[in-house]
């Protein structure tokens, strides 16, 4: 069994899931809690008004501007980053399932796994109205 250019086994298919999900997890965390340390760093100027709920910025709901804000090291850009790295790790998943399928030739596996990632893909954009 060769990856570089042979057949994937299932066994090498899993090591790579595998290795995929614990690096999208750890990627996540270590963003998370670095956002959340500069986030504590800097302490807002006045105490929240927890009587009423105020949701993130506008610059944090779309996907340029968390790139933006996590550019300039803004704490609640990292929190925002580690966390649509965590959304993005099983899409990444099942892409990378389609892909391997597709090495093996398994047509029934890649359309099951394409129709999964459509519906993933899909509720993710839907979700954005």
């Given at each position: 069994?060769?990856?570089?250019?042979?057949?994937?086994?299932?066994?090498?298919?899993?090591?790579?899931?595998?290795?995929?999900?614990?690096?999208?997890?750890?990627?996540?965390?270590?963003?998370?809690?670095?956002?959340?340390a500069?986030?504590?760093?800097?302490?807002?100027a006045?105490?929240?008004?927890?009587?009423?709920?105020?949701?993130?910025?506008?610059?944090?709901?779309?996907?340029?501007g968390?790139?933006?804000?996590?550019?300039?090291?803004?704490?609640?850009?990292?929190?925002?980053?580690?966390?649509?790295?965590?959304?993005?790790?099983?899409?990444?998943?099942?892409?990378?399932?389609?892909?391997?399928?597709?090495?093996?030739?398994?047509?029934?596996?890649?359309?099951?796994?394409?129709?999964?990632?459509?519906?993933?893909?899909?509720?993710?954009?839907?979700?954005?109205?």
């Amino acid at each position: 069994m060769t990856h570089s250019g042979g057949p994937w086994t299932d066994r090498h298919v899993e090591r790579v899931v595998g290795s995929l999900l614990r690096f999208g997890v750890v990627a996540s965390a270590a963003i998370v809690i670095l956002g959340a340390a500069l986030f504590l760093a800097h302490p807002a100027a006045s105490a929240p008004d927890y009587r009423v709920f105020h949701g993130e910025p506008a610059d944090l709901r779309g996907v340029p501007g968390i790139l933006h804000d996590a550019r300039a090291l803004s704490g609640r850009g990292l929190i925002q980053l580690g966390l649509l790295i965590l959304l993005a790790t099983p899409v990444a998943r099942v892409a990378f399932t389609v892909y391997a399928f597709a090495r093996q030739r398994d047509r029934t596996y890649v359309a099951v796994a394409l129709i999964v990632l459509t519906a993933l893909l899909y509720s993710l954009i839907a979700s954005r109205r």
